[in-house]
């Protein structure tokens, strides 16, 4: 089995993959995992500055086959380029220069979510993953009347919180900020005393863009059982739940590397 060394982490996504057997560690900034991935799957190593983390990085690159480095890609320079693999979550690739694409795009590449192929077309889809080990559908009990969710990050608050109460005015709104955040773990516990959640994310363009497809906290309500409207109030399909399945994509992306 290959040795595969995780460079940050985004959504716990590098944690996710090493517990389903693509990883063996994660090197993280702190300020990156307020949520607490580190210490719910216990495989990776914080850093509070860039600096040590890639001191670190570049002193045990040998003991790994592949680096993988998620979002930012800049930093591929440090390690020898046959060994580096990179996956794009969003925000980073978005705001990319053609020419900085097309320099990454050299590299094996993967995007998490679809919509990323508008900006790298060569790329593979490796779905966004939930762990459905630890969001259950048995803690979800059938609420009446019905209650409505929805989560973003602090961005552009005013416009789209407005935008959504159009459509549901009685949503409680959580914007999500470096001071009030949900931790991991509890997740389960705090989406589940909701009946329906409002999978309505934004970019941070201006004035923002919707998002198509489907956000890690969505897929997240989904598994737990709630209903999960997307941005045309549409609900999601449970069957996404299977490609979404951490275990799967892992496997994926393990028989994806076996091939190359």
Request: aromatic share 12%; net charge negative.
């Amino acid at each position: 089995m290959p040795r595969f060394l995780h460079i940050f982490s985004m959504a716990g996504v590098a944690e996710m993959m090493c517990k389903y057997g693509a990883g063996d560690k994660v090197l993280q900034l702190d300020s990156l995992d307020p949520f607490g991935f580190a210490e719910h799957y216990g495989v990776t190593q914080r850093f509070e500055d860039i600096t040590s983390l890639i001191n670190e990085a570049t002193a045990i690159a040998d003991d790994y086959d592949r680096i993988i480095i998620h979002d930012f890609a800049e930093f591929a320079i440090h390690f020898t380029p046959s060994k580096v693999i990179l996956i794009f979550h969003g925000s980073k690739l978005r705001s990319m220069s053609q020419p900085d694409r097309e320099k990454y795009a050299k590299f094996p590449h993967y995007i998490t979510t679809q919509d990323l192929w508008d900006h790298m077309p060569s790329a593979t889809y490796l779905p966004n993953p939930v762990d459905l080990e630890l969001f259950l559908d048995d803690k979800y009990e059938e609420i009446e009347p019905r209650t409505y969710l929805c989560i973003n990050r602090s961005n552009s608050r005013k416009e789209i919180e407005a935008t959504i109460r159009q459509r549901y005015p009685d949503i409680e709104y959580f914007e999500r900020t470096s001071k009030e955040f949900v931790r991991y773990t509890d997740m389960p516990e705090y989406l589940v005393q909701y009946s329906d959640y409002v999978d309505w994310k934004f970019d941070y363009s201006h004035p923002p863009k919707t998002l198509p497809h489907p956000s890690c906290t969505g897929l997240q309500a989904l598994a737990l059982g709630l209903d999960v409207h997307d941005k045309d109030g549409l609900l999601l399909d449970r069957n996404l739940l299977i490609v979404h399945d951490a275990k799967r994509v892992t496997e994926r992306f393990l028989k994806e590397y076996d091939t190359n």
